[in-house]
């Protein structure tokens, strides 16, 4: 072969050996271009020594040696083809005929692909529709029983189960098997270090009565069970001043003063730790709190129970950032710590207390006709508080299912897992249900078809107790992370504690998830929907610190929602010593049927949020919530343009918003739905919303709970209309300078939301 190309190398070129040739092609006057002039180095010589110039013509075969040079070109380009296609061939599978291939594309003029056998085809699965997933959700659920779910959680082994404690870490440690067992993607843990108040180990918490002239005559009324977290450990005695709920409301309604005296207040309608916020800032020494029996009929009187005084959420010595490790930040707590002591009392120590009381308590606090109002003359309280700091090592457990097309935007589901007492309504029925939703949810996707969109996320969920600490502490520690990743969160706690009502606490954004899910729900008692009312948005709760939804939405601004099915009154057992089973079961009979169609809410509320391709996000109901307050604003016009202000900006970024809105929901109608990278982008506009809610112009240290509508704090539009109020009320107490700060930065909160919802900058159309 390489004989045969030397040779049409050397015909080429005439067969003789060149020297160094210049060839000039030279375009001749009729227009023939294949004359061709050539030189050789030899005569070019020669004709410099005689000053000659020599013309050679080459001869007419020329065009056969370039026909020649052609067709070597192509014989090694055959043979290069060739070797390639037999070292393809070495490589495929011996069961295909390489040669049959090529045969069949040189007559089709195709790649030819060897065919699958027809016993091999795997057909794809068709998609499945709404209904088909909701009947696959109800199906399974209905083979559950919840009930032997939280007998297994609440075995000897397990309660009772104090946030890090060795039984809080067992049970950890059985909910993260169970979830490698129900073959979920990942499985992990979350370790904290934080700091919790216990009650003294050396000596006891007590509330005694002090009578006579000097006080010296003392009778112990108790030494309480119960305690309550993050009180200041002090003693303090003073004349004792009844408070009904110690709202503020019932601060003002009093007829004496509370500054140097302390407070007894009834359990309920808001937490303790507000009980005791609204103590403090009347200058009350200390503060008991018991449940009466009108509202808490339980027959035994002395019943211990624990709640914490913490006003905010997470551990309040790392206020704003993560508990990782103590070492590694300065000395710090929360603002939202007490500064006087706080102590759970008996209904029969409280009954003890009022025999030394004068005065009947109002009808309308409708409580027991035992209630005084002050202590007699010459009567008084000695209350001391012994609790103590413990550091400890907490565990949050997760799993994930992750989602087909976008893993990384998930919905978070939790429930507590720790409790005071045996906890079976405080936490267990939220495990359970947390549990049993990992499993369905995992087998629908392993064995049912489903392929969600975007992820799930299983979280249980340490340390609840005292005041939502592992699920704070988690979003303090992975924020930047969690940043339009998470979006939204499901609260599983208290799930089921009655019977008759269905209520709900929930970000604006999912009212009308909520709505559609209540529609296709049915009571199992009255087989009647859950939507019988459709003002049913007026009568959505706010959260309460306690409740672990609220640092999502407050703090992080990720949308977030907990229901429950219950009664007007409080569940009588939750933090104290018989919040067991069977009191439960006594309270619901219909324990299991209810729990089930907890799991059946909470299961529609996670299919829509991660199967449909928009996300089920109503950002159009700020606009209402925006125009309700603005109606609120406007009855003190007059007081603000009395100060030289003007609510015209205040309208204009409202105005953007809606603006904002409106555009959005037409890029929605007007994109190709199936073009993903679209609807992804116009997901993460949505998800910009309850974010930006949050002010930037607040420090998360010292004021956490950012979120102007959700939030605690002076920087909240709910503490700008208090404070106009206050002008009305006393002048004296008004800071202008304040409310005018509060105006404008309110302003520009609602004007940064808008800016986020419109897109790009560039999308941006403000007239300032």
Known sequence: MMDQARSAFSNLFGGEPMSYTRFSLARQVDGDNSHVE?????????????????????????????FCGAFAVIIFFLIGFMIGYLGYCKRVEPKVNCDTMA??????????????????????????????????????????????????LNQDIYVPREAGSPKDESLGYFIENKFSEFKLNKVWRDEH???????????????????????????????????????????????????????????????????????????????????????????????????????????????????????????????????FNHTQFPPSQSSGLPNIPVQTISRQGAEMLFGNMVGECPVSWRTDSSCRMQSAENHYVMLTVNNMLKEIKIRNIFGVIKGFEEPDRYVVVGAQRDAWGPGVAKSSVGTALLLELARTFSDMVLNGGFKPIRSIIFASWSAGDFG?????????????????????????????????????????????????????????????????????????????????????????????????FCEDNDYPYLNTNM????????????????????????????????????????????????????????????????????????????????????????????????????????NNRIMKVEYHFLSPYVSPKDSPFRHIFWGSGSHTLSALLEHLKLRQKNNGAFNDTLFRNQLALATWTIQGAANALAGDIWDIDNAF
Not at 613 to 626: F, P, R, S, V, W
Request: hydrophobic letters at 40%; charged letters at 25%; proline letters at 4%.
């Open 38 to 66: 050539m030189k050789l180095a030899v005569d070019e010589e020669e004709s410099a020594d005689n000053n000659m110039r020599t013309s050679v013509t080459k001869p007419k075969r020329f065009n056969g040696r370039i």
């Open 103 to 152: 045969e069949a594309a040189a007559d089709n003029g195709e790649k030819a692909y060897p065919e699958q056998e027809a016993d091999d085809t795997i057909p794809e699965p068709p998609r499945l529709y709404w209904e088909d997933l909701r009947n696959m959700l109800s199906g399974k659920l209905s083979t559950i029983d919840f009930l032997n779910t939280i007998k297994q």
């Open 193 to 323: 270090y934080i700091k919790i108040q216990v009650k003294g180990s050396s000596a006891q918490n007590s509330v005694t009565l002090m009578s006579g002239p000097d006080g010296k005559m003392a009778y112990l009324v108790e030494n309480p069970e119960g305690y309550v977290a993050y009180s200041k450990a002090t003693t303090v005695t003073g004349k004792l001043i009844h408070a009904n709920f110690g709202t503020k409301k019932d601060f003002e309604d009093l007829k004496s003063p509370v500054n140097g005296s302390l407070v007894i207040v009834r359990a309920g309608k808001i937490t303790f730790a507000e009980k005791v916020a609204n103590a403090e800032s009347l200058n009350a020494i200390g503060v008991l709190i018991y449940m009466d029996k009108t509202k808490y009929p339980i027959v035994k009187a002395d019943v211990p129970f624990f709640g914490h005084a913490h006003l905010g959420t997470g551990d309040p010595y790392t206020p704003g950032f993560p508990s």
């Open 468 to 564: 939502a600490v592992g699920a704070t502490e988690w979003l303090e520690g992975y924020l930047a992370s969690l940043h339009l990743k998470a979006f939204t969160y499901i609260n599983l706690d208290k799930a089921v504690i009655g019977t008759n009502n269905f209520k709900v606490s929930a970000s604006p954004l999912l009212y009308k998830l909520i709505e559609k899910t209540m529609q296709n729900v049915r009571h199992p008692v009255n087989l009647k929907f859950l939507y019988q009312d459709s003002n049913w948005v007026s009568k959505v709760e706010k959260f309460s610190f306690d409740n672990a939804a609220f640092p999502f939405l407050a703090y992080s601004g990720i949308p977030a929602v907990s229901f429950c």
């Open 579 to 682: 919040d067991t089973l069977e009191m439960l079961t006594q309270s619901v009979p219909q324990l299991n049927a209810l729990m089930r169609v907890a799991a059946e809410v909470a299961g529609q509320f996670m299919i829509k949020l991660t199967y449909d391709i928009e996300l089920d996000l109503d950002y159009e109901m700020y606009n209402n919530k925006l125009l309700s307050y603005m109606r609120d604003l406007n009855q003190f016009r007059a007081d603000i343009k009395e100060m030289g202000l003007s609510l015209q900006w205040l309208y204009s970024a409202r105005g953007d918003f809606f603006r904002a809105t409106s555009k959005l929901t037409a890029d929605f109608h007007n994109a190709e739905k199936t073009n993903r990278f679209i609807m992804r982008e116009i």
